[in-house]
């Protein structure tokens, strides 16, 4: 009971959050992706400038890479834009990054002043080297703060490790339970159709068989069996020696009809069993065969006696189709035709 209220608890709450893990997850690596290509453009920032401080002092400008690196820093400044950039969010790495983007500014001033005189003139060189040590630690920033957000996604990766192995481990309890469940309802519904002193089927099991409607083949074949002087061993010696006496019975039954065979109790003295692929000389030899196992039984009891009246029924001894209902009716009216028989034999 335990189980089942914390798995009721539990499986939706690790079920959820799964799911935030799993969103959590896809918008890490997003960020980190879009990281990534801020690290790219950042270390590009870094060299580029240097390149065009060298192609200013050897006086070959250019300014289509001054604008690249215009577009570049304001994408990485404010998002988007041409190269479609994402913004940390990331003190430092901002702070630094704006210190960095004033010193470009600076920087394309003195540019501005080298090509009206000549660089030596201008504080070009030392402010390159300022913006070159400021884009290195940009660089650094964007490094750190992308190894933050893979340290998360490996955070993120190891609790949905743990929240699945949890789940497996609910599950794989669950199926135990269930298989436990269907274990106990299969013997449950076993007991339900076997009678407890005999070990037959009961009386429910043999009238479902009787509730067949089904058409019968010309190979069945139907036993109803009596069995005699119940009441007057109950009377005599007691229920103990009347439920010794059926007990027995069932047993030489069991003994002279095949495995394959049904086999029940109908119901207090009375048995049937049903013949599946038989011929009628197959009854007759299963008579045959629980007479033997009587009399070695009768010849080795001093006080309780065996007998029966026994009634048959087969497909073949009928024209038209047969259910079995309609052989149980037969042997039972043959079974008391041999009963009554009996009697009249001990009165004469």
């Keep these: 009971m335990l189980i089942k209220k914390l798995r009721n608890y539990l499986e939706p709450l690790l079920i959820l959050t799964l799911s935030i893990l799993i969103f959590s997850t896809i918008y890490n690596i997003y960020l980190l992706q879009g990281t990534a290509r801020v690290v790219n453009y950042t270390g590009l920032v870094r060299g580029a400038t240097q390149r065009v401080v060298k192609l200013e002092i050897v006086g070959s400008p250019n300014d289509r890479l001054i604008e690249n690196l215009d577009d570049i820093l304001a994408g990485l400044q404010n998002g988007g834009g041409k190269y ?5 969010d990331d003190v430092k790495y901002r702070n ?12 394309k001033q003195e540019i501005a002043k080298s090509r009206e ?4 003139n201008t504080k070009l060189l030392p402010i390159s080297e300022n913006y070159f040590i400021l884009a290195d630690q940009v660089v650094s920033d964007a490094e750190v703060y992308s190894q933050k957000i893979a340290d998360r996604l490996q955070l993120l990766e190891l609790c949905m490790i743990v929240n699945v192995v949890i789940l497996l481990i609910i599950l794989a309890i669950y199926h135990l339970q269930s298989r436990r469940m269907q274990s106990k309802y299969k013997k449950l519904s076993a007991t339900a159709y076997v009678d407890v002193q005999t070990g037959l089927a009961n009386k429910s099991s043999c009238e479902k068989k ?14 109803m069996f009596d069995m005699n002087n119940l009441k007057q061993v109950n009377d ?7 439920d010794s006496m059926i007990s027995n019975f069932a047993r030489m039954l069991r003994l002279s009809v095949p495995d394959n065979q049904f086999i029940g109790r109908f119901g207090g003295d ?10 009628v000389s197959d009854m007759n030899k299963i ?13 080795g009891s001093n006080s309780i006696q065996i007998s029966y009246a026994v009634g048959k029924a087969h ?8 259910t079995m209902k309609v052989l149980f009716e037969r042997a039972d009216y043959d079974m008391y035709q041999n009963k009554l028989a009996v009697k009249n034999r001990g009165r004469r």
Excluded at 289 to 297: D, H, M, V, Y
């Design 270 to 279: 009375e048995f049937i069993v049903i013949l599946s692929d038989s011929e």
């Design 287 to 299: 008579i045959a065969t629980l007479n033997e196992n009587i009399r070695a039984f009768n010849q």
């Design 210 to 223: 009787l509730q067949d409607q089904q058409w019968l083949d010309k190979h069945v074949g139907f036993l």
């Design 117 to 120: 005189g000549h660089y030596t």
């Design 96 to 107: 630094d990054l704006t210190e960095l983007a004033n010193y470009w500014q600076e920087l």
């Design 315 to 322: 497909t073949s001894c009928y024209v038209g189709n047969v």
């Design 236 to 242: 005599s010696l007691g229920h103990a020696a009347g």
């Design 84 to 88: 479609e950039l994402v913004q940390l």
